[in-house]
């Protein structure tokens, strides 16, 4: 039995980053770990979400950032500087 990939396609400020994987599973990370990765508060992640700058998913009430977004995120901002 073989398994196709599946490729997810992430916007980011204009940019689009492929991934593919093999199953639907992806790690995904709180807005505190977000925010402890980028160095900056909680406000900050919320509000580069709701700017559409920072991809996310809702969870009933509950933000998260797969892994994957917040490489795209950071590559972009790189670039921009």
Same mark, same amino acid.
């Given at each position: 039995? *073989?398994? !196709? =990939?599946?490729?997810?396609?992430? /916007?980011?400020? +204009? #940019? !689009?980053?492929?991934? !593919? $994987?093999?199953?639907? #599973? $992806?790690?995904?990370? *709180?807005?505190? /770990?977000? =925010? /402890? #990765?980028?160095?900056?508060? *909680?406000? *900050? ?5 709701? !700017? +559409? ?19 795209? $995120?950071? /590559? =972009?901002?790189?670039?921009? +500087?």
């Amino acid at each position: 039995m *073989t398994m !196709s =990939a599946r490729i997810l396609v992430v /916007e980011v400020g +204009g #940019r !689009s980053f492929n991934h !593919s $994987f093999k199953s639907c #599973r $992806f790690a995904v990370l *709180t807005v505190r /770990e977000v =925010a /402890e #990765r980028l160095r900056v508060c *909680t406000a *900050t992640v919320y509000r580069l979400c709701e !700017s +559409g700058r920072l991809w996310h998913l809702r969870v009933s009430n509950a933000v998260r950032v797969p892994e994957m977004a917040l490489r795209a $995120f950071i /590559e =972009a901002a790189a670039g921009e +500087g």
